[in-house]
């Protein structure tokens, strides 16, 4: 028999995932896990559904919850929800025909209301942060790799730059173009892949072109100017900031954190080598305890306007999304990328409060609200 769980007046949500032919679902199970706990302790259910289980013309359906173990999930009979968290865990599961049409009838269902519909794609971020003034001055310049012209035009301005997938995450086919005048090689490619780090020297434009033509195979590619990244002891770093909706519904930073490349990486991800790092110690060292402060203190209002300005040009429903930002040897700051399925942050205070705000923007989204604790 399967148990069957009633709301009680809590608000319900629903963390949205597909189904795996094994291990019931995809997606973090953690992360799930957390959730459900986080959701509990604020007074609300809070379960895993699939797509295929989420059938809105039922009132209940299949839900999983954690079991006593630590690894197993129960099945239960779950009523519908009024809050649906996208959790569906690829670009390549959210462009299947059945989880589209899904996601379209979420987003046109009367008392249900899904947050974040869709994964960004590069190309769309840079064009909607271009569309605002407040926003296009941290917005490196950036081009559709389509030719070698692109290229070509690109490096009159900048002696280097950061070739990267529309549909990219965690640095996967990531290029750096350097141009060095007078050499006979002038032309110089890093590659990021797998675990491969490679350089690859040219003589002339036609054939670097040729070489990334196929190294990015079918993929689309953006071509932005590298922007030269502040570091520590000799190593680059960015920041990953945390926005999320309230209680209120409203726009807040939930954290800041500080990523370092690892050695000879052209990207910072912990998976290549990257580590977790305070923002103000990276900062201290680079620009001294009071212009470190102030950049600090800049970063809350930038990000707020990004995600403002990604919201409103995206004309879709966000309740939370991460981002990459850049800080130059100046103390500018650059945005990179925004990401509409933030990775868990390992930092504990930022991961729990981030599962607070999710729970309090559901609560606000069912119409129940509970005072955001500050
Ligand atoms: N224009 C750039 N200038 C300097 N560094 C960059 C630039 N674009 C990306 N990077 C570096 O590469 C990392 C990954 O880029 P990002 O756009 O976030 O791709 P991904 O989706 O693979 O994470 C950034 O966090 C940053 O360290
Ligand atoms: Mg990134």
């Known amino acids: 028999m399967i148990h069957s769980t009633s709301a009680e007046g809590r608000p319900v949500v629903a963390i949205l995932t597909t189904s795996h032919p094994v291990k019931q679902f995809r997606g973090n199970r953690r992360n799930f896990r957390d959730l459900i706990r986080a959701g509990g302790e604020l007074g609300c259910l809070v379960y895993v559904v699939t797509v295929r289980d989420l059938r809105l013309e039922e009132t209940d359906i299949i839900g999983y919850v954690p079991g006593p ?44 209301r899904l947050f974040n519909p869709r994964f960004f794609n590069k190309w769309d971020l840079f064009e909607w942060l271009k569309g605002s003034r407040a926003t296009a001055r941290h917005v490196p310049e950036t081009r559709k790799l389509r030719s070698a012209a692109t290229l070509k035009a690109l490096l009159k301005n900048h002696s280097s730059l950061y070739l990267k997938p529309e549909a990219g995450k965690a640095g996967k086919g990531i290029m750096r173009l350097k141009y060095v005048p007078d050499h006979p090689l002038p032309y110089r490619l890093q590659v990021q892949s797998g675990q491969r780090h490679l350089t690859y020297k040219a003589a002339s434009m036609e054939r670097l072109w040729n070489r990334i033509s196929r190294e990015r195979g079918q993929e689309r590619y953006i071509v932005q100017q590298a922007i030269d990244l502040s570091s520590y002891r ?53 620009f001294g305890a009071e212009k470190s402060a102030a950049i600090l203190r800049s970063v809350p209002a930038a990000a707020l306007l990004i995600a403002r300005q990604i919201e409103r040009a995206s004309a ?25 399925r933030p990775m868990k942050f390992d930092e504990p205070p930022i991961r729990r409060l981030s599962l607070e705000r999710i729970i309090q923007y559901s609560r606000h989204l069912a119409g129940h609200p509970i005072e955001a604790r500050r």
Do not use: C
């Open 69 to 112: 173990g630590r690894r197993n999930w129960n099945t239960e009979i779950m009523p519908l929800p009024q809050v649906v968290y996208n959790r569906i865990p690829s670009r390549e599961q959210e462009s299947k025909p059945a989880v589209l049409r899904k996601i379209g009838e979420l987003l046109e269902h009367p008392s249900i």
């Open 234 to 286: 000799g190593r680059p770093f960015d920041l990953r900031v945390l926005v999320q909706k309230n209680g209120r519904g409203v726009w807040g930073v939930t954290g800041i954190g500080a990523r370092l490349a690892g050695a000879r990486s052209i990207t910072t991800h912990v998976p290549r080598g990257g580590s977790i790092e305070e923002p103000g110690k990276l900062l201290d060292n680079v």
């Open 316 to 340: 879709s429903a966000l309740g939370e999304m991460s981002m990459d930002l850049g800080v130059d040897r100046e103390g500018g700051l650059w945005f990179f990328e925004a990401n509409s």
